[in-house]
Each structure stands twice: as structure tokens, then as C-alpha cells.
């Protein structure tokens, strides 16, 4: 029997009270800020709004509102029912965030944290394409208050699983910048190395593209393959064989979220929105692609309607080309810094991923209680 269920069975046998929030929390809504407001009030502490990124970081300014533990949530949009933890910090919200800051001597609000978290989005309004998650209705979440020392029991044991999962973002990151790091360091070549066009060194088959509207694709087994990567499975395939495709289109060649060149093997299908590229060796093709991805490709894009990277303008992309002995050590170094950063099979990608399912089914298992009738 764990510490906790000793507790359980000591403290609540027969279940736990519930509440809803506005019992146990003051519930508060930010303030309309302005570009303006937060350039003419510039300063040091956070303003948090919408966004989930840098826990929604809308700016920083010279005052704040709270420097009190509480929790934040996002009342509209997409993100709308994220919440965040704050303590020991000064900070302010905007009109898209709610705060819930505690009204009782019976809640952990790191607690109450880990419970939003897996129940705020259920009550979110989807209704006319705005959800929603406005005070008065996060006001009827009702949680469960297990007696203060199983609350901070649940707390302690979550932390640690949100501590490694953190630790390996961490590690990720790192191995991210590592993986840059030695990437720009393979690809400083001496003046003895060639530089080529790109369209002398492999064949172009964009001829052979064929795109097809969603609504006439019969479903099946072949990856349908667009600007930036799969986007259907298809009947049929008009490619076979190993090849590197690359963006001819999309806000993607400017922004570089993900990667423009990519390799494809076997049956596929491609649309008129990826350049489609073979070689002759598997080394001279995986060079290819972590060159292209690695550079600035910027004087080639048109952006006259939309980023465009037409064939003329990809065929004089200048390739350093050194041996085929060279390109195979190359490719071999930054397949085992793809693997580590990039696979969600064995990488730490599927690392993180396997954290996170587990984290989330102990929380899920941890925050259940039987309702005292």
C-alpha cells in the first residue's frame, strides 16, 4: 500500500467532498491592454494573455496586478480553457484571461492546477466559432478537496513526473542546438570543393505530378504527398522508388516551421505543390535534403502572391558537392542527430511522448475521488 492510499483509507474511506470553484477560489478577469499600452508602459513584469507559448506572454510592462500563487486561464479562442500555475511572481493579465487566486484554508492551488488541467477544456463553448471559457462558467467547475494531506501527496507525485518531462524537453532542446551546431560545422567545406547547381545533380520529375481535389481522392494506402509533407492516403500512386521532395509553394519556405525538404520512399502519390527529386545514391539524396534545410533559401522565393520556389530557381540553388565518401559521413553523423531529436519511434520525441501518456494517466488515476453522497 503507497503513502497515499494509507492516506486515503485513513483520512476519506467512504469519499471526498466536492466544490465548485467560486466556493473555494475568488475568480477575476484581466484587463483590455493595448500594443500601444505595453510599448507605453514598457517594464519587466508579464503581461499574460491568449497564447499558449511562453505560457502566453503578451508583452512586459512597469506595473503588476498579482504577486499572489494563483492559476490563469484562457477564456477565448483557440486556446481557450489552458491554464497555467503562477507563484512567487508579479504579473498582470489581459481581457482573454481569467485568474483564480484561493478563497480557503482547505486547497492546495497546485492542486486545483492539476485538475484543471484535465477537466477546464470540457467546459469550454465551441458555439459560434469562438470558444469560450468565461468566468461564470468556470465558476460551476466542481472539483474534488480530499483532506490537505492527500492533496499534497498528489501534488509531490505529479511534480515528479512533470520534473522529467521537463528534463527531457530540456535535453531535446539541447540536442536541437547540438544537432545545429555540428550540422553548420559539417557543411564549412574548403575552396577545393565544388559547388554545383542543384539541377545538375539529380533528376527532376515534377512532369510526372498529378494533383488531385480532396473530394475526387479515393482513400486508400499510398501517401498523398503536398508542400510539407503527407496529407492524404490515397488509391493509387504515381511514383515508386526513393525520392527527396521539397516545397514549391506555401508560407512555410519563409517561416521554416518544418522542414521544405523531405524524403519520401516506396508507392506515393505527389500534388503540383512538392518538387519531386531523385538521385542516385541514398547518401547524395539525405545530403541534399539536410543541405536545403540548413540554408537560407530566401533569394530564391518569390513572394509576388505566395512564397514560391519555382523549378527555374531550385535548379540554381548552389550545392557544395564534396566525394560521395564525404556525403556518406556527413549523412551518417546527422542521421544519428535526426534519430535522437526527430523520430517518434526511438528518439526522445517518443521519450517525451511516453512521459507525457504516462504522466497523464497517473494524473487522470490520482484526481479521481468518490463523491461523498
Same mark, same amino acid.
Given at each position: +500500500?503507497?503513502?497515499?492510499?494509507?492516506?486515503?483509507?485513513?483520512?476519506?474511506?467512504?469519499?471526498?467532498?466536492?466544490?465548485?470553484?467560486?466556493?473555494?477560489?475568488?475568480?477575476?478577469?484581466?484587463?483590455? +491592454?493595448?500594443?500601444?499600452?505595453?510599448?507605453?508602459?514598457?517594464?519587466?513584469?508579464?503581461?499574460?494573455?491568449?497564447?499558449?507559448?511562453?505560457?502566453?506572454?503578451?508583452?512586459?510592462?512597469?506595473?503588476?496586478?498579482?504577486?499572489?500563487?494563483?492559476?490563469?486561464?484562457?477564456?477565448?479562442?483557440?486556446?481557450?480553457?489552458?491554464?497555467?500555475?503562477?507563484?512567487?511572481?508579479?504579473?498582470?493579465?489581459?481581457?482573454?484571461?481569467?485568474?483564480?487566486?484561493?478563497?480557503?484554508?482547505?486547497?492546495? +492551488?497546485?492542486?486545483?492546477?492539476?485538475?484543471?488541467?484535465?477537466?477546464?477544456?470540457?467546459?469550454?463553448?465551441?458555439?459560434?466559432?469562438?470558444?469560450?471559457?468565461?468566468?461564470?462558467?468556470?465558476?460551476?467547475?466542481?472539483?474534488?478537496?480530499?483532506?490537505?494531506?492527500?492533496?499534497?501527496?498528489?501534488?509531490?507525485?505529479?511534480?515528479?513526473?512533470?520534473?522529467?518531462?521537463?528534463?527531457?524537453?530540456?535535453?531535446?532542446?539541447?540536442?536541437?542546438?547540438?544537432?545545429?551546431?555540428?550540422?553548420?560545422?559539417?557543411? +564549412?567545406?574548403?575552396?577545393?570543393?565544388?559547388?554545383?547547381?542543384?539541377?545538375?545533380?539529380?533528376?527532376?520529375?515534377?512532369?510526372?505530378?498529378?494533383?488531385?481535389?480532396?473530394?475526387?481522392?479515393?482513400?486508400?494506402?499510398?501517401?498523398?504527398?503536398?508542400?510539407?509533407?503527407?496529407?492524404?492516403?490515397?488509391?493509387?500512386?504515381?511514383?515508386?522508388?526513393?525520392?527527396?521532395?521539397?516545397?514549391?509553394?506555401?508560407?512555410?519556405?519563409?517561416?521554416?516551421?518544418?522542414?521544405?525538404?523531405?524524403?519520401?520512399?516506396?508507392?506515393?502519390?505527389?500534388?503540383?505543390?512538392?518538387?519531386?527529386?531523385?538521385?542516385?545514391?541514398?547518401?547524395?539524396?539525405?545530403?541534399?535534403?539536410?543541405?536545403?534545410?540548413?540554408?537560407?533559401?530566401?533569394?530564391?522565393?518569390?513572394?509576388?502572391?505566395?512564397?514560391?520556389?519555382?523549378?527555374?530557381?531550385?535548379?540554381?540553388?548552389?550545392?557544395?558537392?564534396?566525394?560521395?565518401?564525404?556525403?556518406?559521413?556527413?549523412?551518417?553523423?546527422?542521421?544519428?542527430?535526426?534519430?535522437?531529436?526527430?523520430?517518434?519511434?526511438?528518439?526522445?520525441?517518443?521519450?517525451?511522448?511516453?512521459?507525457?501518456?504516462?504522466?497523464?494517466?497517473?494524473?487522470?488515476?490520482?484526481?479521481?475521488?468518490?463523491?461523498?453522497?
Amino acid at each position: +500500500m503507497t503513502k497515499l492510499d494509507r492516506l486515503i483509507a485513513e483520512l476519506c474511506p467512504n469519499g471526498v467532498e466536492y466544490k465548485t470553484l467560486d466556493e473555494i477560489c475568488i475568480l477575476t478577469r484581466g484587463l483590455v +491592454m493595448s500594443k500601444d499600452y505595453l510599448r507605453d508602459n514598457a517594464g519587466v513584469y508579464p503581461v499574460y494573455s491568449s497564447q499558449t507559448a511562453n505560457r502566453g506572454v503578451f508583452g512586459f510592462i512597469n506595473t503588476y496586478d498579482y504577486d499572489c500563487e494563483s492559476i490563469t486561464w484562457t477564456t477565448d479562442g483557440a486556446n481557450a480553457g489552458s491554464v497555467f500555475y503562477h507563484i512567487d511572481e508579479k504579473f498582470s493579465i489581459t481581457n482573454v484571461c481569467g485568474l483564480l487566486r484561493p478563497n480557503s484554508e482547505n486547497v492546495i +492551488m497546485k492542486f486545483i492546477y492539476y485538475i484543471l488541467q484535465t477537466t477546464a477544456k470540457s467546459y469550454v463553448n465551441d458555439g459560434m466559432g469562438n470558444p469560450k471559457l468565461m468566468s461564470n462558467v468556470m465558476a460551476t467547475v466542481k472539483i474534488p478537496i480530499p483532506p490537505l494531506p492527500i492533496q499534497q501527496e498528489i501534488v509531490r507525485i505529479l511534480d515528479i513526473f512533470t520534473g522529467l518531462q521537463t528534463e527531457l524537453e530540456a535535453e531535446l532542446e539541447a540536442r536541437k542546438k547540438q544537432y545545429e551546431h555540428y550540422r553548420n560545422l559539417l557543411f +564549412m567545406f574548403t575552396d577545393d570543393i565544388p559547388i554545383v547547381p542543384l539541377g545538375t545533380i539529380g533528376t527532376n520529375l515534377d512532369s510526372k505530378r498529378k494533383p488531385v481535389t480532396k473530394n475526387v481522392r479515393q482513400s486508400g494506402e499510398y501517401p498523398y504527398y503536398g508542400a510539407s509533407g503527407i496529407v492524404d492516403y490515397v488509391s493509387y500512386y504515381i511514383f515508386e522508388g526513393d525520392f527527396l521532395l521539397v516545397s514549391e509553394d506555401g508560407a512555410n519556405l519563409v517561416a521554416r516551421n518544418t522542414p521544405i525538404a523531405f524524403s519520401a520512399s516506396g508507392k506515393i502519390w505527389v500534388n503540383n505543390h512538392a518538387h519531386v527529386l531523385q538521385f542516385n545514391t541514398y547518401a547524395t539524396r539525405r545530403y541534399i535534403e539536410f543541405y536545403l534545410n540548413s540554408i537560407d533559401l530566401s533569394r530564391f522565393i518569390s513572394t509576388a502572391a505566395q512564397p514560391k520556389l519555382n523549378q527555374e530557381n531550385l535548379n540554381k540553388i548552389p550545392i557544395p558537392l564534396p566525394s560521395i565518401e564525404e556525403q556518406a559521413r556527413i549523412v551518417a553523423i546527422l542521421d544519428r542527430f535526426d534519430v535522437l531529436i526527430n523520430d517518434i519511434t526511438s528518439g526522445l520525441p517518443a521519450e517525451i511522448t511516453g512521459r507525457r501518456k504516462q504522466y497523464e494517466y497517473y494524473r487522470d488515476k490520482l484526481l479521481t475521488f468518490k463523491e461523498i453522497a
